[in-house]
């Protein structure tokens, strides 16, 4: 009876429960949002203590949030990676932290006995990936891998250095993938689970001039079984420069490294036309069969900025689908919740989160669902970026 009735209270109780949703802030600030039943709302804010957290990371089994610092105006200083942990209510405590390089903009997990042994941070301003053993303790990294540039690329701004965006690691956790917008390359370290270490691999060159900036992986259902050989696997690539996504096959030859062999290159726009003037692709997500990148100052559904709907084939092709608003400016950051039915989209210049609902079956963006406002401010003086750079949902 008792047993019954204590599975009865938190099936009708809980059945409406709130989703935790965690942003940070380029003002030095991480806030934890409460969404539920189509109200967004803002339940606390904090400084990190960094100078300028740039993205966060969520480690959902063990409940802890790791956001690197991007800060890198002051060339002799360092940036500080931070890790907190979460509890039952999604309250945050510090947990630790160490210094690392400058201009922290991306970390994953990897390696150890469950993929979360160790941290790998993208730098973009020092060219650098940098690794730490976890949990965090001030001290050295456990590795620096250092990139060079071969010759100078098509944007004399952006491509003067490389420039490593995301880190990210392959779906059977042996290679860790840096896209480098500086270079025009896509960088392949095979992992060392135990170690934790990193080894070079052969970078893949991607186009002259397309500016790799985030990618995502996607897996056929039916290989899913046979993971280990990853057959099928596609890695979608968003190409800031160049507002283009390039689709690359992904192998995995015997014994050797990842291979990425190029299969599409596609625009976010209808018909493959160009992105508008003064656009730039974001963030790239992939769920189900179906792919979306959030297209930055497009203005596309004025005053707001646009994110595209493409759907994958069971050859990994993507065709383009659908263009929704992004309600807001500069869509920098969108994660699409565990049930796939709500995207949370952030907003770098208008400092807000929309949350838009999405039908699970066609993939299909629809209505806001939510819309907060979530303010620094950023000092605009300072030199450094400004505005809201990341939203997760912390499922
Ligand atoms: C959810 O919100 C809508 C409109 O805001 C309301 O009509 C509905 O009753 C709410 N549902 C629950 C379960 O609270
Ligand atoms: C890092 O940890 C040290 C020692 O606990 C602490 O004094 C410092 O404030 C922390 N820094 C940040 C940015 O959390
Ligand atoms: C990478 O660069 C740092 C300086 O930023 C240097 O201390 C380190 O030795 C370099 N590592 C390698 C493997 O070249
Ligand atoms: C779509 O546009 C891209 C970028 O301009 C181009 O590289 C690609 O070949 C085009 N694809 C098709 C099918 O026309
Ligand atoms: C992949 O599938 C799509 C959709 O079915 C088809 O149009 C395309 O030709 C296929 N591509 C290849 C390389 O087989
Ligand atoms: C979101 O809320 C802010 C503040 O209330 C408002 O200024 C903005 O227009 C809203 N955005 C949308 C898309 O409704």
């Known amino acids: 009876m008792l047993l019954t009735q204590s599975l009865l209270i938190p099936l009708f109780g809980g059945a409406a429960a709130a989703a935790n949703l965690y942003t940070a802030h380029y003002s030095g600030t991480i806030s934890h949002l409460s969404f ?34 991007e800060n890198f105006v002051d060339p002799t200083s360092n940036g500080v990676l931070v890790s907190y942990s979460v509890d039952a209510n999604g309250a945050l405590t510090k947990t630790g932290n160490t210094t690392t390089p400058r201009g922290g903009v991306a970390t994953v997990l990897y390696g150890g ?3 979360k042994g160790f941290i790998a941070n993208a730098h973009y301003h020092t060219a650098q990936v940098s690794t730490y053993k976890l949990p965090l303790k001030d001290g050295k990294p456990l590795q620096l891998l250092n990139y060079t540039l071969d010759g100078p690329g098509a944007d004399p701004d952006r491509q ?16 860790l993938l840096v896209t480098d917008l500086g270079s025009d390359k896509i960088h392949i370290n095979k992992i060392d ?10 970078s893949t060159t991607t186009f002259y001039g397309a500016g790799p900036r985030h990618a995502a992986f996607w897996t056929p259902a039916c290989s899913k079984s046979s993971l ?3 057959k099928g696997t596609v890695l ?9 996504v390039t689709g690359w096959s992904v192998s995995y030859p015997h014994e050797g490294c990842l291979k990425l062999t190029q299969k599409q290159i596609i ?18 997500r992939v769920q189900g069969n179906f ?27 993507i065709a383009w689908t659908d263009l929704t608003s992004s309600y807001g400016l500069l869509p920098r950051s969108f994660e699409i919740n565990k049930a796939g039915d709500y995207v949370a989209i952030g907003d770098q210049n208008s400092d807000n989160v929309a949350i838009v609902k999405r039908d699970t079956t066609t993939g299909k963006l629809g209505a806001l669902a939510g819309n907060l406002t979530v303010t620094g401010p950023s000092d605009p003086n300072s030199g450094n970026p400004v505005g809201l750079n990341t939203v997760i949902w912390a499922e």
């Open 228 to 230: 280990a050989q990853g």
């Open 236 to 244: 979608y690539v968003a190409n800031e420069l160049s507002n283009t």
């Open 160 to 175: 003067e250095a490389p420039h490593p965006h995301q880190v990210l690691v392959d779906p059977t956790g042996n290679f």
């Open 113 to 115: 006995k469950d993929g």
């Open 267 to 284: 625009t976010p726009y209808k018909g493959n036309s160009s992105a508008p003037e003064g656009a730039s692709l974001g963030e790239i």
């Open 193 to 202: 689970k135990k170690s934790g270490k990193l080894t070079k691999c052969p």
């Open 36 to 69: 539920n039943n189509n109200s967004l709302t803002l339940v606390s804010a904090e400084k990190t203590g960094q100078t300028l957290p740039s993205w966060i990371t969520y480690d959902a089994a063990g409940k802890k949030l790791y956001i690197p610092d």
């Open 291 to 317: 792919l979306y990148t959030s297209n930055r100052g497009d203005q596309s559904f004025q005053p707001y900025d646009s994110l595209t709907q493409y759907t994958i084939a069971a050859n990994g092709s």
